[in-house]
C-alpha cells in the first residue's frame, strides 16, 4: 500500500508539473547547474550530486509457482552519485573520482557503495590525450553516453548484456590506459583503449563452472566519424531543441586466450576461450527531432568442449521529439535483442514508449516510460504460461 500511495502521488506531481509548464518560456525553475568548484591557481574542484528517484510497477516478480508473472510495485533510488573533480596542479591534468550506490532499496539488490569512476587524464591537445584509471570502455554509443542524458529511462537490453561481455565485477568501468582524440575540427574522433578484461579467479562460466586462471589483455578501439558543422559537442541523447549533430560509430573489442584453471585431464589448449564485440551505431538530431540506432554483436568461442559457443546480437532504434513550449518530450524504442543467434527461438522483442518533463534541463527532469517485452520459446524471461510482460517506470532525476 505505501508504494502504490508513493506511486500515485509522484504520478500527480508529474501531471501538476506538465501543466505548470504550459505556456511557459524556457525550464520552469531556471536553466541547468553544474556543481559547485572552488578553484586555487591551476587547480579547482568541482562536486556534483545526482539522484534518481524510481518506481516500477507491473509484471516484476514471477508468481509462487514461477510459471507466470506478477504484478508488484518497487520504490528505490536507481542512482546516487557523488561526483568529485577538476584539474590538478595544471589546467591540461584532470581527475575524476565518483562513487555510486545504484538501486538502493531494489528489490533483490542489496545495497553498497562502489567507485565508479577513478582516473587521471592528460590533455595533450584535442588529437592526442590520454587517461588511465578506471573509466567506461569505448564500445556502444548509447553506454557510452552518461545516465543522466539518457532519451529513455533504461538503457536497451542488448548493449547492457554486451556491457558485461568482458569482466565479472564492473565490466564496463575497468581499469585501463587509453588513447584519444579529435581530428579535423571534431569530424573524426577516436579512442583505443587496453584494460584487464577477464582476470585470474574469475567465475566465467557457471554451467558448468568455469574459473579464469590467466588471459591475454583486453583490446578495445572506436572511431567516430561526423559532417562538417555537425559535429557533436558532447555526447547526449536528447539535446533539447539546442544545435544538431550527425554520428556515425563503429568499434571493436577483443580478448584472446581466456585460460580457465586445469580441469583434469584436460591440457590448457583443450581449456581457452577468446571473446570478440563489434558494433557499428547512427546518432543524429536536429533542434527537437533525435534518434539513434545502435547494432552489436559478440561472439564467445571456446575449445573446451562442456561449454557452448555464443553468439548474442541486438540491435534497437530510438527517437524522441522536444516540444519547446512545453519543455516536454514525447520518446520511442523498438528493440531485438538475440541472447544466442545459434540457437533458434531465443529472441527478446522490446518496445518502449513515453515521455519526458524538463524542470530545469537535465538537472532535474521526470521520465514515465511503459516499456511491453515479448520472448521467444526458448528466451531467457519465457515463463512456462507467460511470454510477455509490461512494466511501466517512472523516474525523476535531480542533479546539482
Known sequence: MKRILAAATIMSLFGLALCSQAGAAGFYFGDETKGATVTSNESDFNIRIRLQPRIDYGDLIKSKDSKSYSTESDLYLRRVRLEMGGALLAKTIKYNLTLSADKWEQTGH??????????????????????????????????????????????????????????????????????HGKFLDGIVAYEAAVADGWQNGEAIHTTPTRTVYKSNPLYVGRVELSPPGWVEKSKSDAHLGKGQHLSLGVNVASQSSIEYAQIAPATAEDNREHRTLKGIDLSGHYKGLTAQFEYNDWKIETSDRAVPNSHPKGWYGQAGYY??????????????????????????????????WYGKGHSFKVGLNWVRTRYEDKASGRLINDNRKNVYQLQGQMYF
Open 110 to 179: 542489496t545495497g553498497s557503495v562502489g567507485v565508479l569512476y577513478s582516473f587521471v587524464q592528460w590533455e595533450g591537445d584535442d588529437a592526442y590525450n590520454v587517461t588511465i584509471g578506471k573509466a567506461k570502455l569505448p564500445y556502444s554509443r548509447v553506454s557510452l553516453t552518461s545516465s543522466s542524458k539518457q532519451l529513455l529511462i533504461e538503457r536497451p537490453a542488448s548493449t547492457e548484456a554486451a556491457k558485461k561481455v568482458f569482466g565479472k565485477t564492473d565490466p564496463y568501468y575497468q581499469p585501463k590506459l587509453a588513447v
Open 323 to 356: 516540444i519547446e513550449d512545453l519543455n516536454v518530450e514525447p520518446v520511442a524504442r523498438y528493440e531485438i535483442y538475440d541472447q544466442d543467434s545459434k540457437k533458434p527461438e531465443m529472441a527478446e522483442k522490446n518496445s518502449t514508449v513515453g515521455v519526458n
